[in-house]
């Protein structure tokens, strides 16, 4: 639950990637045959590697339902799988997934077990300049491209029964969510505030996956869940019928999701961020996100390193 995921509307629609980071704007710079054929153009900048070899590898962890889950026939479906597959279509070459722990994506990324992370993940200062939790960095970091803007929403059992509206509310209360993500930093900053304040304290779960958070608010061993907006949509509108989670406290405004690649790999980067341009331009962004009823977070365009 980054995922970060965070992770991830107070703000329009895709305006933190108009206004944060540097835009990048498909067809700059690649003379006459760009702008006659700009995903011929796309192809052709495409890393050696991996026009090479005619796949790129994702990591991802598949569980994340709507964004990433395994679909009736065991494959990954969800947002990023779509949009991962769509990118792929327009670089001609295979997408490979390789479902990896939340916690696990970006120090896998580290060690090129694959060629990019693409799972609910938010573009964080943290994550871009590899900080712990005392601001020392502890590796490379990774660089972000940004295609979706998400929200953290707050998940308590149908008819709210202790009345949770905020995250002050949480204070004196147990409150389960996925280790490693937005949501994990959001309640760890929380903690502070209740113990700063005098209240009691919050006391957080913190659970290698986000289906076992969600489990321990359905069963009462949390108070509530923190999840990125649209998993918890999703899980409310979904789980039992839509009977046994509500969303509650509106959502506060979280960082977009990004693609991660390593920080060596500027020349991969910078054609993800011009294909996601393509695909929005092209219309089939906004079919994708349609799809799974996740229009609301919809992007304007890619951006490099977006998150504050």
Known sequence: MPH????????????????????LLTGCGGGQAA??????????KLPK????AGVLRIGMDVNYAPV?????????????????AALGRILD???????????????????????????????????RDALDENGKQTGPGVDFVDYFIAGTSIVVPKGNPKAIKTLDDLCGKTVALQQGTTQDEIVTRQVGVCARAGRPPLTPHKLDTDTKALAEVASGAAAAGLNDFP??????????????????????????????????DGPL????AKAIDQLIRSGEYDKILAKWNLSAGAAQNAVVNGGI
């Open 93 to 127: 070459v295979r997408v490979e997934f390789v479902d990896t722990p939340f916690d696990k994506l970006v120090p896998n990324l580290q060690a090129k077990q694959y060629d990019l992370a693409m799972s609910a993940l938010s573009d964080t200062r943290r994550r």
């Open 231 to 264: 998993v918890a949509a999703y899980a409310a509108k979904t789980t039992d019928g839509g009977s046994r989670f509500e969303v509650t406290g509106g959502q506060s405004t979280s960082n977009p999701y990004g693609i991660a690649v390593r920080k060596d």
């Open 4 to 23: 970060v995921r965070h992770a991830r509307r107070q703000i329009p629609a895709g305006a933190a990637l108009v206004t944060a980071g540097v835009l």
């Open 68 to 84: 990433e889950f395994p679909g009736p026939d065991g494959k990954p479906a969800g947002l990023d799988p779509d949009i991962a």
């Open 269 to 272: 980067r910078d054609v993800l």
């Open 35 to 44: 702008q006659d054929d700009p995903v011929k153009d796309l192809r052709a």
């Open 49 to 52: 590697t991996q026009r090479a």
